[in-house]
C-alpha cells in the first residue's frame, strides 16, 4: 500500500481494486447460488433492477412465475413459499451485486472525468472494461434464460462462459490498476524468456482449469441425466477402485469424452491439478536458478501457497461430495490464483526496475 500512496493516481487506483474486490463477490456468490440452486429463481431480468419482494402479496407474485418454469414443474414442484425465499434471495442479491458494480465504475469514471485524471492513454482500457462489464451482464442472462426454456439446467459450456467473462473482466481491471501501481521507469530489468514461457504456460493451464472446474460444477449439455462431474467418484486419488474409470472413454470420440461424458469431464479437471503442480515447480526450479526480483518472487511465492490450499481444497470438496462451505472456498481458491498469477506476469512483462523495488 506504500506504493499507493505515492501515486498520483492513488484515488483511480483504490477505485478499481474496489471493482475486483466486487467481481471477487460476485463470483463468490454467484458459486454459493450454483451450490444452492438457486440461479433460476428469478425468471425476468430488468437492466435497473427491480424492487424485492416487500409484503407477502409480492412474494406470491414472484412465486406464482417460478412456478411456471421448467425448474419448478419438473424439479421443485412441491416447493412452498417459504422454501422459495432463500433461493430468491440469492439470485436477488447476485443481481444487485452486478448493478453495483456497475454504478462505481460508472460513477468513478465520470467523477475522474470531470477531474481531468483521465490521460489519453487511458482510453482504451476503459472502453474495453465497459464493453466487458456490459458482455458480463449479456452473458449472464444468455446462461440464466438457457434454464428457463424445455429443460430446467444450464449449459456447462454457458456456465464456463459466464465464469471465465467474470475472471477475464478482473483480469483486465487488475493489470490496470497494477500498470498504475507500478509505473514503468528508465532502468529496465531483463527476464529471461524461458521463465516467462513457463509462467505463461502455467497460466493457460491454470485457465483451463478453471473452465474445467465450471464444466466440473455444472450440469453436462447432452447428458440425459443431467449428471454433475463433481457429484461422481467421490473417492481420491483413485477413481473409485481404478485410476481412470472406465466410464472416462464410455462415449464415441476423444472430444466427446473430455466435453460432454461427466466421467470424463471429472477425469481431465483431476489431471490438470497434477499438472499445474508439476509446472508450478518447474517454474519455482528455474527461479531459482535465473534469480528474480523481490515482486516476482512474491508472486511465485503466492502461487506455491495458493496451489497448495487450492490442491488439499480440491480434494476434500470431492471426497464430501461439494457441500456449500467448501465448494465456495474451492472457488475463492481459483480466483486468489488467477489473481496471483496475474501479479506474477505484471512483474515479468512489466519489466518492473530493481531501483522501482528499492524504494518500497
Not at 463470483?27 to 419482494?53: A, C, E, N, Q, Y
Request: charged share 10%.
Amino acid at each position: 500500500m506504500n506504493l499507493i500512496s505515492k501515486s498520483e493516481h492513488k484515488a483511480m487506483i483504490y477505485w478499481l481494486l474496489a471493482g475486483c474486490l466486487l467481481i471477487y463477490i460476485m463470483v463468490l456468490v454467484g458459486g454459493l447460488i450454483r451450490l444452492t440452486h438457486s440461479g433460476l429463481s428469478i425468471t425476468d431480468w430488468s437492466f435497473m433492477g427491480s424492487v424485492p419482494p416487500l409484503n407477502e402479496d409480492m412474494w406470491q407474485q414472484r412465486f406464482a412465475k417460478y412456478q411456471q418454469s421448467p425448474e419448478f414443474e419438473k424439479i421443485n414442484y412441491s416447493m412452498s413459499l417459504e422454501e422459495f425465499k432463500p433461493i430468491f434471495w440469492w439470485e436477488y442479491i447476485h443481481r444487485m451485486i452486478g448493478r453495483t458494480m456497475m454504478y462505481v465504475f460508472a460513477l468513478g469514471f465520470v467523477y475522474f472525468l470531470i477531474k481531468g485524471k483521465i490521460k489519453k492513454n487511458m482510453w482504451p482500457s476503459f472502453v474495453l472494461l465497459f464493453v466487458m462489464g456490459a458482455l458480463q451482464a449479456v452473458i449472464g442472462w444468455w446462461m440464466v434464460y438457457s434454464g428457463l426454456q424445455k429443460q430446467p439446467a444450464v449449459s456447462h459450456y454457458r456456465l464456463a462462459t459466464h465464469l471465465m467473462s467474470a475472471f477475464t473482466l478482473f483480469a483486465f481491471t487488475f493489470w490496470f490498476a497494477l500498470q498504475l501501481i507500478y509505473p514503468k521507469q528508465d532502468v529496465m530489468q531483463k527476464v529471461p524468456l524461458k521463465l516467462k514461457g513457463i509462467s505463461v504456460t502455467f497460466f493457460f493451464l491454470l485457465i483451463l482449469q478453471i473452465i474445467y472446474g465450471a464444466f466440473t460444477a455444472g450440469y453436462v449439455e447432452g447428458d440425459a441425466a443431467h449428471i454433475r462431474p463433481g457429484h461422481i467418484f467421490n473417492t481420491w486419488p483413485k477413481m473409485g477402485d481404478q485410476w481412470m474409470a472406465d466410464q472416462v472413454t464410455m462415449k464415441g470420440t476423444f472430444l466427446q469424452n473430455i466435453l460432454e461424458n461427466a466421467s470424463g469431464i471429472q477425469f481431465v479437471h483431476r489431471m490438470l491439478a497434477v499438472v499445474l503442480v508439476v509446472v508450478l515447480m518447474i517454474l519455482w526450479a528455474h527461479s531459482n536458478k535465473t534469480g528474480v526480483t523481490k515482486t516476482q518472487e512474491q508472486g511465485i511465492t503466492l502461487l506455491i501457497y495458493g496451489v497448495t490450499v487450492q490442491f488439499i481444497l480440491g480434494v476434500l470438496t470431492l471426497l464430501y461430495n461439494v457441500p456449500v462451505v467448501l465448494g465456495a472456498m474451492h472457488q475463492t481458491g481459483a480466483f486468489f490464483l488467477f489473481g496471483s498469477s496475474i501479479f506474477l506476469l505484471f512483474h515479468l512483462f512489466n519489466n518492473t526496475s530493481k531501483s522501482l523495488e528499492r524504494t518500497n
